[in-house]
T-cell receptor, first 113, second 115 residues
Framework: DAGVIQSPRHEVTEMGQEVTLRCKPI?????LFWYRQTMMRGLELLIY????????DSGMPEDRFSAKMPNASFSTLKIQPSEPRDSAVYFC???????????FGPGTRLLVL | AQTVTQSQPEMSVQEAETVTLSCTYD???????LFWYKQPPSRQMILVIR??????QNATENRFSVNFQKAAKSFSLKISDSQLGDAAMYFC????????????FGEGTQLTVNP
């Protein structure tokens, strides 16, 4: 069974550009999470969805960040406009119904110049 | 708010030896989950082991076991017969027992395995 799939794996962009990160959760999982990892702040939750509905977006840094989950098999995290301080590794994770364990994708390493 | 603390930024162990990584947490909840995740240089987050707070028996997965002390809010990871492939950053994480809850991570412990 395929794990969580994220694309792109690496992204280099210039300040002010729009960045879109994509995630395909494991089939049958109904919860999806976006985390960000930086040296300064460690791993922190940005937003999570349950049955495609955003449940907690309190970790989203500011209005430049937005996330969508149009269906059970796809989610996007968008940054517009991007800034150098957004440089980080962004992880997507999913978990099945009634099971707490979250399974992580390989991450997207974002560098904003 | 829940917090997770890993007081050992770095640890090292000789191959085939045993090492214990420490983790403490703070919560007012009585039922919750605790996890250890491993992050090798590839950056992939890999689940190592999971513990449910209401279960008194310590979880074990092959060479990995935990020492869960609920009253002390302590959750240490023991790696037996350490292998070179165990070298990684290890994160302790807490989750409330609610469907779809967030993981709260510690700062991580970088484990080096010496041949």
């Amino acid at each position: 069974d395929a794990g969580v799939i994220q694309s792109p794996r690496h992204e280099v962009t210039e300040m002010g550009q729009e960045v879109t990160l994509r995630c395909k959760p494991i089939s049958g999982h109904n919860s999806l999470f976006w985390y960000r990892q930086t040296m300064m702040r460690g791993l922190e939750l940005l937003i999570y969805f349950n049955n495609n509905v955003p449940i907690d977006d309190s970790g989203m840094p500011e209005d430049r960040f937005s996330a969508k989950m149009p269906n059970a098999s796809f989610s996007t995290l968008k940054i517009q406009p991007s800034e150098p301080r957004d440089s980080a590794v962004y992880f997507c994770a999913s978990s099945p119904p009634a099971l707490a364990t979250q399974y992580f994708g390989p991450g997207t390493r974002l560098l904003v110049l | 708010a829940q917090t997770v603390t890993q007081s050992q930024p770095e640890m090292s162990v000789q191959e085939a030896e045993t090492v214990t990584l420490s983790c403490t947490y703070d919560t007012s909840e009585s039922d919750y989950y605790l996890f250890w995740y491993k992050q090798p240089p590839s950056r992939q987050m890999i689940l190592v082991i999971r513990q449910e707070a209401y279960k008194q028996q310590n979880a074990t997965e092959n060479r990995f076991s935990v020492n869960f002390q609920k009253a002390a809010k302590s959750f240490s990871l023991k790696i037996s017969d350490s292998q070179l492939g165990d070298a990684a950053m290890y994160f302790c994480a807490y989750m409330r027992k609610t469907s779809g809850s967030r993981l709260t991570f510690g700062e991580g412990t970088q484990l080096t395995v010496n041949p």
